[in-house]
């Protein structure tokens, strides 16, 4: 189960960066091929969590309020405060996570019906 940890965002957010930037760099292969059906299912879990994150993230930012959460910002010339641009945006990265996931998911059924050896010969 996980803890929370809204106290410790940002150092959780760096951990999850160098551990996605390790998994980067070890997926060239797969020494175990049957390992690569539960790998597909924890991207999955992992892009779902993102998703809630950049959900929550951008509701976040639609309800902070200028005196109370910052103090003005620098004008973006398109009319827009940076907040408003900032969970709009987020809102696209979430849609975008979703597409995302449900293809890694699909990659996961699809890989769900292979016979693999357990080393690869």
Same mark, same amino acid.
């Given at each position: 189960m996980a803890v929370n940890e809204q106290h410790r965002q940002l150092h959780v957010a760096v951990e999850l960066a160098e551990q996605a930037r390790t998994l980067a760099h070890s997926t060239? @292969? !797969? #020494? $175990?091929? #049957?390992d690569s059906y539960d790998l597909l299912a924890e991207l999955v879990g992992t892009l779902d969590s993102l998703q809630l994150v950049c959900q929550q993230l951008a &509701? %976040? =930012?639609t309800d902070t309020v200028d005196?109370? =959460?910052y103090q003005g910002e620098d004008s973006t010339g398109d009319g827009a405060t940076g907040t408003v &641009?900032? +969970?709009a945006k987020l809102d696209q990265a979430a849609d975008a996570i979703a @597409? &995302? $996931?449900a293809a890694v998911s &699909? +990659? =996961?059924t699809a890989n769900g019906v !292979?016979? %693999?050896f357990d080393t690869p010969r």
């Amino acid at each position: 189960m996980a803890v929370n940890e809204q106290h410790r965002q940002l150092h959780v957010a760096v951990e999850l960066a160098e551990q996605a930037r390790t998994l980067a760099h070890s997926t060239r @292969t !797969v #020494p $175990s091929p #049957p390992d690569s059906y539960d790998l597909l299912a924890e991207l999955v879990g992992t892009l779902d969590s993102l998703q809630l994150v950049c959900q929550q993230l951008a &509701a %976040w =930012h639609t309800d902070t309020v200028d005196g109370k =959460h910052y103090q003005g910002e620098d004008s973006t010339g398109d009319g827009a405060t940076g907040t408003v &641009a900032a +969970a709009a945006k987020l809102d696209q990265a979430a849609d975008a996570i979703a @597409t &995302a $996931s449900a293809a890694v998911s &699909a +990659a =996961h059924t699809a890989n769900g019906v !292979v016979r %693999w050896f357990d080393t690869p010969r």
